[in-house]
């Protein structure tokens, strides 16, 4: 089979091989088997250049099977780590990005909340600030309904007074007794005929006197000895439309 040779450890892969420079082998005369040593092309002397990746040989125990490089098993361990690795970023990265959702997730609630906390706390504002102007309104319009039922009882007090006066003035000279409210009522008699003042305010065709009998009590039903109420005792003197304006004042009898 084989013969002398000499054997050097390989600096690709630190087994024991032939040398790199010059192998002379000799084979047995009319031999045809193949050369078992992978680390050359051929079998003949040549330039030894190992290969990429050569199997390790055991020549000391003459074993030609091939062992496997420590560095594999290593090799496997170390990408099965980084695969690991990988994952485990992976892993994280989402998980991080989870979070990251998750957080403007709760930061879009939180600024929808707020929105809507503002938006109920302006409209509360508006209403409060309707209302505001709707009570001062109100109070406004009070004040000056006040202030024009003052001036109106004021008139009238000053009006009455006045009035008042005008009544005493015409009872005291019509010969009637000049109290209030009892004079204006007052049957008046002489002889045979008898009247009130509004009969007297009639005769007299005195408007005025008549409007502030009215206001003053006088009661526009009483007939005097004729059996005429003031009304029809106008209507009687009336002459090219003297008592029109004073049938008005009494009305219908």
Known sequence: MFGLFTAQTCQSCGNATPKHDTVRVNFEIGSDKENKYPCYDSLATMEAEPKHDPPRVNFETGSDKESKSPGHDSLAERIAQEEEAATAAA????????????????ERIQQALLRQQEAEANKRAKEEEQQKMAEQLRLEEERKLAERYERSRCYERSRNRA??????AFLSSN???DVLPDGVNWKQKSMMSSQYPLHAAVKKIDVDAIRVLLGAGADASL???????????????????SHNQIIQMLGPS
């Open 91 to 106: 892993e994280i990265a989402n998980e991080e990005k989870l979070q990251r959702l998750e957080v403007e997730r709760l």
């Open 163 to 168: 009035d008042a006066e005008k009544v005493k």
């Open 175 to 177: 010969g009637f007794p």
């Open 223 to 241: 007939k005097n000895s004729s059996g005429q109420t003031p009304l029809a005792q106008a209507r009687k003197n009336n002459k090219k439309d």
